[in-house]
């Protein structure tokens, strides 16, 4: 009789086991059919070819016509998928066109839009990669998330080169620089706001390898593009000079003569 009740006692708990397995399995079902049924509801993108978008961007396609990115895509392709225009940029556009706000089903350039920056930036360098944007990944301006469209305008010829977003290059720099472009209200600057030069003239926005996103491995040697008579040999030169222009000079402007850090003879009394 005990054996008896302890066989009948091992059944039941095998039976519940058994039980509770089927149990979990039952639960794992929804997680693995739920990505087949979202892969049906939102069927792989296809190209539509550039008439599919005209046909609701009527007043875009007319400001985009303008530009160089048109020309090149309509007149000049480099390969197939530069020819296909509105789609080289945004992806393919089949399931936009289906639901148009769907804002996972293209690529948008947008901040309201809300694709990644790194997808963004990543079509932009299918075409525009190395030269001057080698130093891109890892620069200040890729650290900080900043997007190829917060700079540049792809869509409008809002500027007389490169496709900026504004009309020179300093312009967009100055929406984050705000104490450089104070600097450059002062009574002694460099003659960026009389547009004798430009941001890009000593910084390269795209990346450097030196600090400061300079164009050359240092300041002097960015200084000296402009001031060669101060590059020497001098018979009699003076250390602070060689070692860093700035030790004197404020870069883009200050309220002493010739850029100086302080007045004479107080910024000399600094050291001597």
Not at 14 to 37: D, G
Not at 63 to 76: D, I, N, P, V, W
Not at 187 to 204: F, Q, T, V, Y
Not at 241 to 260: A, I, Q
Request: charged share 15%; glycine share 8%.
């Amino acid at each position: 009789m005990v054996a008896g009740e302890g066989g009948s006692g091992g059944g039941n708990v095998m039976l519940y086991f058994v039980l509770w397995l089927l149990s979990l399995t039952a639960a794992r079902v929804p997680a693995q059919t739920a990505p087949a049924q979202t892969a049906a509801l939102a069927p792989a993108a296809t190209y539509i070819g550039e008439q599919g978008c005209v046909q609701c961007h009527g007043q875009e396609n007319k400001h985009f016509s303008e530009t160089l990115h048109a020309r090149t895509f309509h007149q000049h392709p480099a390969n197939e998928l530069q020819a296909r225009s509105c789609e080289a940029c945004h992806g393919p556009g089949s399931n936009h066109a289906r639901n148009a706000t769907d804002k996972t089903a293209l690529i948008g350039f947008t901040k309201k839009w809300g694709t990644p920056v790194e997808v963004q930036n990543g079509q932009c360098l299918t075409c525009h990669d190395g030269g001057n944007r080698m130093h891109w990944a890892g620069s200040s301006h890729a650290k900080n998330s900043l997007s190829c469209a917060d700079c540049h305008n792809t869509m409008q010829q809002a500027s007389a080169t490169s496709l900026l977003a504004r009309q020179s290059i300093s312009d967009p720099c100055s929406q984050c620089h705000r104490q450089q472009r104070a600097e450059f209200r002062k009574r002694s600057h460099m003659p960026l706001p009389e547009g004798k030069i430009s941001c890009a003239d000593c910084h390269n926005p795209h990346g450097s390898s030196a600090r400061g996103l300079l164009i050359a491995d240092s300041v002097n040697d960015v200084c000296y593009t402009c001031h060669t008579e101060k590059r020497g040999p001098m018979l009699w030169e003076h250390a602070p000079v060689r070692e860093n222009c700035t030790n004197c000079h404020k870069p883009h402007g200050s309220n002493h003569d010739k850029l100086l850090a302080a007045a004479r003879p107080y910024l000399c009394q600094q050291c001597h």
